[in-house]
Every structure is written in C-alpha cells, then in structure tokens.
C-alpha cells in the first residue's frame, strides 16, 4: 500500500511570491508534489488557463460545490470567491502525492480544523517588508489604485496570522525561499 501523501499548505500575503515559489518547488520531482488548483469566481487573467492556475466557475456552480461539501475550504477576497475542491485533494494524496495548497490564511484555519497532524505542513511566506510587498504588486500592472491598497491593507493584517503555521520563511531572494520551503517538505517526507 502506497504511503498517504502530505498535505502542504502555503500561505502569505498577495504578491509575496507564493506562486513563484510554487512554480519552482513543482520542478523539483523529488518532491512528489501535486498543485492543488483551487476553484475561484474572479475572472481569468490575461495569460491564465482554465485548470491551471484556477478552476473558473460560476457563482452558482461555487455555490454547488459548497452544498454538496465539496470544498475544504472557501472564502471571498476583494468581491470574488476562491476554494479547495476537497475530492482532488483526497484522491491524489490516497495515491501517495504531496499535495500542495496555495491559499490565504483564513481558508488555512478552515483547513487545519479539518485535517490536523503529522502529515500536514503549514508554511507561511513571508515579504521582506510592506514596502517590497506593496512594489510586487504594482509591478504585475493587473490592479487598480483602489485593489493594491486593499491589498496591502489585508496584507498588514494578514502578517499577524504567522504564528498560527509551523514554518514561516521570508522570500527576499527566490532560490533562498524555495530551498528553503523545499528542505521543509523534504524533512517530513
């Protein structure tokens, strides 16, 4: 019988660097990981791809999947509303994968209520400063004035919540941050 995979919650603040650092730790085989896509109501960037970076659903059909109690957690961010299909998740961590989530730090209380213990790893991913953090997401040019300020905003309130997960690693420099989350995961495995 194949060993029940981890479950890997990665959190932090918009515009940290999560999905980077995500992109990076799937590279790594030796990790086993599968990216647990969340489903989401906001409408896809230019660029994102149905399936990949989110499931793009209706409101109705997100309002389906949390009747049936399909979701370990959902939440509404900035009018829109995102969650983790809790079918995808069990069956790939049944065939032994690690399965990694990207989600905010509400969705992980949610989560842990859920499911606790050894094989879950909560990781929080930290800015170098607010500053930094508020540069990031100017830099994507996909929000306006009003959206980054919100950002930021839930961003500093965001921080206080580090304490709640069993790592937290600052991403000031890339490599650094996912050598880092990568050892983590390599440890519990």
């Known amino acids: 019988m194949k060993k029940r995979g981890l479950l890997i919650i990665m959190s932090g603040p918009s515009g940290v660097g999560k999905g980077t650092i995500r992109e990076e730790l799937m590279k790594q085989t030796d990790l086993n990981l599968f990216y647990s896509v969340s489903m989401t109501t906001r409408s896809m960037r230019p660029g994102e791809q149905d399936g990949r970076e989110y499931y793009f659903v209706s409101r109705e059909e997100f309002d389906r999947n949390i009747e049936s109690g399909n979701l370990l957690e959902w939440a509404e961010f900035v009018g829109n509303r995102y969650g983790t299909p809790k079918d995808k998740v069990e069956k ?7 399965v ?5 730090v509400n969705g992980t209380a949610k989560v842990l209520e859920k499911v606790n213990g050894d094989d879950v790893l909560s990781i929080f991913i930290l800015p170098p400063s607010l500053e930094v953090l508020e540069n990031r997401i100017r830099g994507r040019g996909t929000e306006t004035e009003e959206v980054i300020k919100n950002r930021v905003n839930r961003a500093r309130q965001e921080l206080a919540y580090k304490k709640q997960y069993k790592y937290a690693v600052i991403n000031d420099d890339l490599a650094t941050a996912v050598n880092e989350v990568a050892g983590i995961i390599r440890s519990k495995m």
Request: hydrophobic fraction near 35%; glycine fraction near 8%.
């Open 92 to 98: 790939m961590r049944n065939e032994g994968k690690n």
């Open 100 to 104: 990694l989530l990207e989600i905010e």
